[in-house]
């Protein structure tokens, strides 16, 4: 309940993770359908294809669309889309 109520209402950046099996995709799928799609963005890290932190950031700013893997430039399109 509380995570729904994240996802749907708040700015925040939820990141899940836990070992293979554990439920997140489930979990993803359902915080999804649960909220208006629209107004989410979902994005799934591979730590496979990551290595490294910068490999996660890599991935993150392809997911939503950012020039720059940078925290800064990240952050600031997770305000952008908060906003939208």
Same mark, same amino acid.
């Not at 209402?9 to 208006?36: D, E, F, H, M």
């Not at 990551?50 to 996660?56: C, Q, R």
């Given at each position: 309940?509380?995570?729904?109520?994240?996802?749907?209402?708040?700015? =925040? =950046? =939820?990141?899940?993770?836990?070992?293979? $099996?554990?439920?997140?995709?489930?979990?993803?799928?359902?915080?999804?359908?649960?909220?208006?799609?629209?107004?989410?963005?979902? &994005?799934?890290?591979?730590?496979? $294809?990551?290595?490294?932190?910068?490999?996660? =950031?890599?991935? &993150?700013?392809?997911?939503?669309?950012?020039?720059?893997?940078?925290?800064?430039?990240?952050?600031?399109? &997770?305000?952008?889309?908060?906003?939208?």
């Amino acid at each position: 309940g509380q995570l729904h109520h994240l996802a749907r209402y708040s700015q =925040l =950046l =939820l990141v899940v993770i836990g070992p293979q $099996g554990s439920g997140k995709t489930l979990l993803r799928q359902a915080l999804v359908a649960s909220t208006n799609k629209q107004s989410v963005q979902s &994005v799934v890290v591979s730590a496979r $294809g990551a290595g490294d932190a910068a490999g996660v =950031l890599r991935q &993150v700013a392809q997911a939503l669309d950012v020039a720059q893997a940078e925290v800064g430039a990240i952050l600031e399109q &997770v305000v952008q889309l908060g906003l939208t």
